[in-house]
């Protein structure tokens, strides 16, 4: 008879197994910073030990963290792992750091990079502090051994915000060591691997990364946006973790580069700017485009696109030995995939995320959670026959047209997205007569002649239901800044529809089929 662990094994070695290879790099535009992963954890329990003694911290204590990517957001994540503390991943630009954000959010320590505009706050450390904290020379820490059980929850997570105030989920250490588990099964990351992370650690997905790097001795490099293409050729990785927006952006450059002609082949130029040790990229938390999918296998550098939500971690993933074009993939080990009579997708675990939202509107957690944690996630999808998934798109963005014909518009958006000149389309229907597009140009100034014909070119191939009447560009286009993209930079469509609820409903407006 096979007895189960009483605690989740994989985030146990992660906290309490000393590594012995593997490097973090840490880069900024101005430089990198590296560590081997022992020294790493070393700094980690000297600064559990500080957090601790200085600050009183103790298990089921709560602390945000409100930065950018840095070393000292590592240690603090953690440092609270060792110690059975909660952490609350804020994003910059989400969250401010004030008094009322620690109150909301119950924390007993905030901490954070912008600290000089918090003086007279109690509770706010500063991230200098926690350098500090973890150098050598310092006591040897003496922090009692802690033990997550599989339903404790390690850490709040938050929703990308696409609609409205985003929503807390605790994630318990089961579902994060199932999860790790999963990927690990199909990927198999080794010493020889240096995984790339630039998307905020805010998002839990980000920092699994740097627990697989101390459970398998991998390197691995953090960096931020804005850094990512000036560090990748330097530290040559072999695996790159990205939205479909940043693989976007790299296919206009390496595209733009053969147009002119002096960079040779396209697999020669997407190894000059990803570097020459690829092994494959991973993308998820968007749809992914099929053209631009095609491009990256078709330069020797094979792209893998998943599926899951917040609320579910990883559900399935396209991988060596198991991909299909058009799929998600398929379901990973710890998952099961659901398809209800009305197409929508749900999702059981068996080590669920949670069953419930820690902070919501009243009502949010019982439209999503069943009370064993099944998940309905939303989207429309299938399984075939060999067991892959295929997403359609959200059941909320079925546009019902005034002679009851239902549009799908994922897959319309798709075809509009295939052209360069086009980094997002969003579908409405403002009359229920027509279909009317938001696009939000690749660069500025946006290349009308190329969208009018790519508008003609999906007409073309769709039904004349599903066919587009007019198209808006966006101007200016698409961003975080103006809170038109999430941080995964996926479209805001209620934001995207209030911006422009004048001309989507103004006949003449915008670019005419």
């Not at 012995?20 to 101005?30: E, N, P, Q």
């Not at 003086?119 to 997550?148: I, N, Q, S, Y």
């Not at 631009?292 to 991988?319: D, Q």
């Not at 909320?396 to 086009?422: F, H, Q, T, Y």
């Amino acid at each position: 008879m096979i007895i189960a662990p009483a605690t989740p094994e994989t985030l146990h070695r992660v906290l309490h197994e000393p590594p012995t290879r593997g490097t973090l790099s840490v880069a900024r535009l101005d430089g990198i910073r590296t560590l081997p992963l022992s020294e790493l954890y070393a700094r980690a329990g000297r600064l559990a030990h500080h957090l601790r003694t200085a600050h009183g911290l103790r298990p089921g204590d709560r602390i945000g963290i409100l930065a950018a990517n840095s070393l000292e957001w590592v240690l603090l994540d953690l440092a609270a792992l060792r110690l059975g503390v909660r952490t609350a991943g804020l994003e910059p630009g989400k969250f401010t750091p004030s008094a009322e954000l620690m109150e909301a959010y119950g924390l007993t320590l905030l901490c954070t990079d912008r600290s000089a505009d918090l003086p007279d706050l109690p509770g706010v450390l500063a991230m200098d502090e926690v350098l500090a904290a973890t150098e050598e020379g310092r006591p040897d820490p003496d922090v009692p051994p802690f033990a997550w059980g599989f339903e404790d929850v390690t850490t709040i997570k938050f929703t990308s915000g696409s609609t409205g105030v985003p929503k807390g989920l605790g994630a318990t250490a089961g579902s994060i060591d199932s999860s790790l588990r999963a990927v690990q099964e199909i990927f198999e990351h080794a010493p020889e691997d240096h995984l790339f992370v630039f998307l905020p650690l805010s998002l839990l997905q980000q920092r699994y990364w740097i627990y697989s790097a101390l459970l398998h001795g991998h390197d691995i490099t953090l960096t931020t946006y804005e850094a990512a293409f000036a560090t990748l050729r330097k530290v040559r990785p072999t695996v790159v973790m990205g939205v479909p927006a940043f693989y976007e952006t790299a296919r206009r450059q390496i595209e733009g580069r053969l147009r002119r002609g002096k960079d040779g082949t396209a697999a020669e130029v997407a190894r000059s700017l990803f570097g020459d040790r690829i092994r494959y990229l991973w993308t998820g938390s968007a749809p992914a485009s099929p053209e631009m999918l095609r491009f990256f296998t078709g330069a020797g550098l094979p792209i893998f696109e998943g599926y899951g939500l917040n609320e579910t971690c990883i559900v399935t993933k396209n991988h060596p030995g198991a991909h299909r074009e058009g799929s998600v993939g398929k379901v990973l080990t710890g998952k099961e995939v659901l398809i209800g009579e009305d197409g929508v997708i749900s999702v059981r675990s068996t080590h669920p995320v949670n069953n419930h939202y820690t902070y919501a509107r009243p009502g949010d957690s019982e439209k999503v959670f069943s009370p064993d944690g099944t998940v309905r996630t939303g989207d429309l999808g299938h399984l075939d026959e060999d067991g892959y998934l295929f997403v359609h798109g959200r059941a909320d963005d079925v546009i019902v047209l005034d002679n009851g014909k239902k549009v799908i518009v994922r897959p319309i958006e798709e075809l509009m997205r295939a052209d360069p000149a086009i980094a997002e389309c969003v579908l409405f229907s403002p009359t229920q007569t027509e279909l009317v597009a938001v696009v939000s140009p690749a660069a500025e100034p946006a290349d009308h002649e190329a969208i009018a014909a790519r508008l003609a070119a999906t007409n073309a191939v769709t039904t004349p239901d599903e066919r587009i009447g007019r198209v808006l560009v966006a101007d200016p286009p698409f961003s975080i800044d103006n809170g038109l993209l999430t941080s995964q930079y996926k479209p805001k469509r209620p934001d995207i529809r209030a911006a422009y609820h004048a001309p989507l409903h103004a006949q003449e407006a915008g670019i005419h089929a």
